[in-house]
């Protein structure tokens, strides 16, 4: 009886077509937990059964609806959800349910613009839910999925390649052979050294996710270091040469997200780090753009790879001239978190590429957009 | 084996907080490798990288001395080898973990992801060698990473260790896709370049005051080093051709270029050591370059040493060839010397003369028959000490062993002496070392002629030979009065002041006299050499003579073990075919015995005279006369009062008594030339010596061995009373009378 009157009359359950053959990929729910749900792409259609169960002999409703939502939650400020996508199915108008019964439903070609993304201060998420309206408390049932967006650029485009140091102490080139990596693909490139006079204790390639929501003063950020990968140890001399070879599908990185719906972006960018035996860090910034390749190219495309890690030949890159008109400089400082290096290079610092603005965690000591904006005032004397 | 010697220096507390450090690391890879195991035996291959590469990481360490490091690196490579057989157990069985190359390099830690690499990539290697080729490339590329100068040598060492067996070793053509020697020779000579590379900057690292630790540490590791060349030279493939275009110079680039002293020094040494005799011959012209390219720190003659007596050994080993005769080389090296010593003005001395000895040992190893090589050699030596300045070399210096070591090489070799009479420059040389070592090496080529019995045939080359050995012949002071001295021996013998003195020099003398004594009858047993064989006894005298006239130089300490044997020689050799020399040759024995009379040897003297009158007792010799010439009357006289003067001069008196007793016979006996051949019977003489003796004899303090002495006395007696019983009643009386009394003494 007190299920009658206040439990749930019947169970909903979601079954999206052919989730058991699908890819799979976490989604993060708001309880922390995580979840394998299919992953759709762009355009493709979303169908399934919503399987009623009744739990009384009958059950009496205003209508089952169907939706499909896109949201982005902003977690500073639950309020502000906002769907992006939402489109609805009538499933059944106002009725009696006599019997269990499992209700087809579809979305044919849904357009579905974004990744989704489960971030430090950002969600965007995708669910299909179904509603059962009743007089007193409506029933209601939510299933995630994922959405993946897809990208392809041309291999050919040109890697990034650069010329780095702080006036007679450290001098290095270096070059990573694509400026757009795919979430599987190996970042390859390499070091040289032309000038050493620090003592360096070790080098790391760490990928950076820069994470900015919202807009204007309200905008929030945050860095988070995906990945340290220790590419040198020990000091070099003059001349040494030392290779990079960082696989991506080692770590959980998502596309670069530029934008999405005017409301956060996504990005990545590669920083180099030496650590002197003083502990002091010097490091450049480079951002870079991860995608998400088509998986039937993709495929392919990994066996290669696989092929190529083995066979090495992508340890040696191509050597291509830096192409000057993508970079605004062509020689830019490292940021250097030391007070030996505040003083003489302070200035250049100051309006550097790179600026190291926070002391107490130099991970998070660069504005990201200012290696763009920032690069007509650096070029002064740092050019060798 | 590798680690043979602890660093001096390093003092107690660091050592002690090295084994803390070292069991603390130890316990932590014990833990970590018995984890992997269980995992790998439960078949979770991700786990077990996982603590793989924990224990892996124990050797990021920067606080392990090389040898603690070297410790802690032993067992975890002991430990890897277990993933290594399980995961090529697994790929036989056909189960390949997919993207397993890939997956080890999602390792954050350079040093534990390339030791997983290294490992994972050798199994790969081993299953399939399609990439064989690839994987080795992209192996020795990818540990560059590591520029910490001991850990990268570690790494590399096993990136080493790992590939041992599984380096393509064949020709191009065979092998297209699994590579070809080429490619190894490749791949290890990269790594040997970095390894290298690392290995001298580990000199450059850290305080200036720890440089000999340093030093000391880097000795420790030379063969991480060394194992690339070792590995080179196992490769069967690299023939001469490929070794002279390929292997060596790409060696001596990075060798020339790296400017560290040691290890050039090694990394040379290490070259000659490991690649086969054929090679150094055909690609001796590059390499001498090179040596000459080296830092003026690196010991070049060791090296040079070093190669040519590998060269040298390989030239006389049986089965082998020889020295190709197209190839000049000790021309070659005596260039190469040459311009070693002009570029390096410093080089010492010792260096110099043990380069030429060297050169010296090529010469006579590889050029048995040109002694002008080795004349030329020792040339250019003497001509270098004089460049240098060195006038006088000190015993116990290196240089005076150096130059000893050079000497004695001729000797050794040749086994004949008198090859090294016709070198001009090798008695210059000689002459130039101190005394003592001059004498041992002088010594040393008599003991060799000996043992070779080594003839010397003619006065020239007794005389050569004589000079040669001149040390041993006479006192340098002797020289003056050698030169007044003709060929009588009696002048210069008499007069000799060095002599006296020399004997004056004190009770340290004594052992000089048994050097002196060894030397001389070392000398005195090569005159049994001077002989020039049956078919030229002509000859035979002047070489005796020429002898005599040169020995006599040397003083009364030493004709006493000299002379002699020319007496004696010279009398073995008159034989019947001889005999109208054999006058000569008597006197010559005379004058060579009375020499020895004057100079205070009258013992000697003696027994010479008595020996030769029994040799001329036993030739048929018509002039009999001439052995009684000895014995003539102004002659005997002092000889018989000086030889009771010797008897009773004689340290114990027993021997004294007895001795005079016997010189007794002296005066009964004698036969002087004025008596035409009779006996002198000097009875009244004979008296006193008894008398004489028998005095002697009461002093003797033994009363058993007085009354032995008493009765030989009276049997002397005896015997001259039964002699004279016939010549005169009176004087026999007298003897009769003397017995009694003797008696009533005793």
């Not at chain 1, 050493?196 to 996710?209: A, P, S």
């Not at chain 1, 990994?302 to 020689?331: G, N």
């Not at chain 2, 008398?691 to 009461?698: I, P, W």
């Amino acid at each position: 009886m007190m299920n009658f009157l206040f439990g749930p009359s019947a169970d909903l359950e979601i079954h999206l077509d052919g989730s058991d053959d699908r890819q799979k990929g976490d989604v993060l729910l708001d309880s922390g937990k995580k979840e394998a749900c299919p992953v759709y792409f762009d355009g493709e259609a979303v169908s399934g059964k919503v399987n009623i169960r009744l739990k009384q002999s009958k059950m009496e409703h205003y209508g089952i609806r169907v939706e499909l939502l896109g949201l982005i939650e902003q977690f500073s400020d639950r309020s502000s959800q906002h769907e992006f996508l939402s489109m609805a199915r009538e499933l059944a108008r106002p009725g009696i349910l006599t019997q269990s019964c499992c209700l087809e439903f579809e979305f044919v070609s849904v357009e579905k613009p974004y990744e989704s993304y489960f971030g430090v201060n950002v969600k965007l998420r995708y669910f299909i839910r179904v509603t059962v309206t009743k007089r007193l408390n409506d029933l209601v049932k939510e299933q995630d999925f994922l959405v993946h967006t897809l990208a392809q650029y041309p291999d050919t485009l040109g890697g990034i390649k650069m010329e780095v140091g702080i006036e007679d102490c450290l001098h290095i080139e270096f070059e990573y052979n694509k400026s757009k990596y795919h979430l599987k693909d190996a970042i390859i490139g390499k070091i040289y050294f032309l000038l050493v006079r620090i003592k360096v204790r070790h080098m790391e390639v760490q990928i950076l996710r820069r994470e900015l929501v919202g807009v204007g003063p309200n905008s929030m950020s945050d860095c988070e270091t995906v990945a340290k990968f220790e590419i040198m140890d020990g000091a070099p001399v003059k001349g040494e040469t030392i290779p990079i070879r960082l696989f991506l599908s080692g770590y959980e990185l998502t596309p670069t997200m530029r934008d999405v719906n005017k409301r956060f972006s996504v990005r990545y960018f590669l920083n180099l780090v030496l650590i002197d035996e003083e502990d002091r860090r010097y490091f450049k910034q480079q951002e870079v753009t991860l995608f998400r390749r088509r998986p039937n190219r993709h495929r392919r495309i990994a066996q290669e790879q696989q092929h190529q890690s083995q066979s090495a030949d992508t340890a040696q890159p191509v050597h291509q001239q830096p192409d000057r008109s993508y970079f605004h400089h062509r020689s830019a400082h490292f940021g250097a978190k030391s007070p030996a290096a505040a003083s003489g290079r302070s200035a250049a610092n100051a309006d550097g590429a790179n600026t190291a603005n926070n002391n107490n965690d130099n991970e998070a000591a660069v504005s990201p957009g200012n290696s763009d904006d920032s690069s007509s005032q650096s070029g002064e004397s740092n050019d060798q | 084996l590798f680690w043979q010697t602890r660093s001096q220096d390093m003092s107690g507390p660091v050592t002690e907080d090295q084994e803390k450090l070292l069991d603390e690391a130890l316990s932590v890879v014990k833990l970590q490798a018995f984890q992997m195991k269980r995992c790998l035996d439960k078949a979770k291959l991700m786990d077990a990288l996982k603590h793989a590469s924990n224990m892996l990481g124990e050797l990021r360490t920067s606080l392990l001395s090389p040898k603690s490091y070297y410790e802690l690196y032993m067992l975890i490579t002991d430990e890897m080898r277990h993933l290594e057989l399980y995961l090529l157990d697994e790929f036989q069985k056909g189960r390949r973990v997919q993207d397993l190359y890939e997956l080890v390099q999602y390792a954050g830690n350079i040093i534990p992801r390339l030791y997983l690499l290294i490992t994972v990539g050798v199994v790969y290697i081993k299953c399939s060698e399609i990439s064989r080729k690839d994987i080795l490339k992209d192996l020795v590329e990818m540990c560059r990473g590591v520029q910490h100068p001991l850990r990268g040598l570690f790494l590399r060492n096993y990136l080493l260790q790992c590939t041992k067996n599984v380096l393509p070793d064949c020709v191009e053509e065979e092998q297209e896709d699994s590579g070809s020697v080429s490619d190894s020779i490749d791949f290890v000579l990269l790594n040997f370049s970095e390894m290298n590379k690392l290995w001298v900057r580990m000199q450059h690292q850290g305080h200036t005051r720890e440089r000999d630790r340093r030093e000391q540490e880097r000795r420790e590791l030379k063969l991480l080093v060394g194992t690339n060349l070792v590995r080179l030279s196992q490769l069967d493939t690299i023939d001469v051709q490929r070794y002279r275009s390929v292997v060596l110079p790409a060696v001596l680039e990075q060798v020339v270029n790296c400017r560290d002293a040691l290890s050039q020094d090694y990394v040379m040494e290490c070259i000659i050591q490991v690649f086969p005799d054929e090679y150094h011959l055909a690609t001796l012209q590059d390499f001498l370059q090179a040596c000459a390219e080296l830092n003026p720190a690196v010991p070049v003659k060791n090296i040079l040493i070093s190669l040519i007596n590998r060269l040298s050994a390989f030239a006389t080993r049986d089965g082998s060839n020889g020295i190709p005769s197209d190839i000049p080389l000790f021309d070659f090296f005596s260039e190469q010397i040459a311009k070693i010593i002009e570029n390096k003005p410093d080089l010492s001395p010792e260096d110099l003369v043990s380069l030429q000895a060297a050169l010296t040992g090529l010469a006579l190893g590889v050029y048995k028959d040109r002694e002008d090589y080795v004349d030329k050699v020792l040339e250019t030596t003497n001509s270098g000490l004089d460049k240098l300045g060195v006038e006088h070399i000190n015993d116990h210096s290196n240089l005076s062993r150096e130059l000893m070591k050079l000497l004695k090489l001729p000797i050794d070799l040749w086994n004949d002496a008198l090859v090294l009479l016709r070198l001009r420059h090798y008695s210059p040389l000689l002459q130039r070392l101190d005394s003592p070592t001059k004498k041992s090496v002088s010594a040393y080529l008599l003991q060799n002629m000996l043992n070779n019995g080594t003839l010397v045939p003619s006065s020239e080359q007794v005389e050569q030979l004589l000079d040669l050995v001149r040390c041993l012949v006479a006192d340098p002071g002797a020289d003056a009065a050698a030169a007044a001295a003709d060929a009588t021996a009696t002048n210069s013998l008499g007069g000799d002041p060095g002599d006296g003195s020399a004997n004056g020099a004190g009770p340290g003398s004594e052992a000089d006299n048994e050097d002196l004594a060894e030397e001389q009858s070392l000398l005195g047993r090569v005159v049994h050499l001077f002989s020039t064989g049956p078919d030229l006894l002509d000859e035979q005298f002047g070489v005796l003579k020429t002898a005599r006239r040169i020995l006599a130089t040397g003083g009364g300490r030493r004709v006493k073990y000299t002379l002699p044997p020319v007496v004696f020689h010279s009398r073995q050799d008159s034989d019947d075919k001889w005999r109208k020399k054999c006058r000569k040759i008597f006197e010559f024995c005379h004058s060579t015995v009375c020499g020895l009379a004057k100079c205070e040897l009258p013992n000697l003297a003696l027994r010479l005279f008595v020996d030769g009158a029994l040799v001329v007792d036993k030739i048929p010799f018509d002039q009999h006369d001439t052995r009684m010439t000895c014995f003539a009357a102004e002659n005997h006289e002092p000889l018989r009062s000086q030889t009771v003067h010797a008897a009773s001069k004689l340290l114990r008196k027993p021997d004294q008594s007895r001795a005079v007793a016997a010189c007794a016979h002296l005066f009964w006996s004698g036969r002087p030339r004025e008596l035409q051949g009779a006996e002198m019977r000097d009875l009244k003489k004979v008296g006193e010596c008894l008398k004489r003796a028998g005095r002697l004899a009461s002093q003797c303090m033994d009363a058993g061995l007085q009354a032995q002495l008493y009765t030989e006395l009276v049997n002397y007696y005896l015997y001259f009373v039964l002699q004279s019983a016939g010549q005169s009643g009176s004087s026999g009386a007298a003897c009769v009378r003397s017995v009694w009394s003797v008696s009533g003494v005793v």
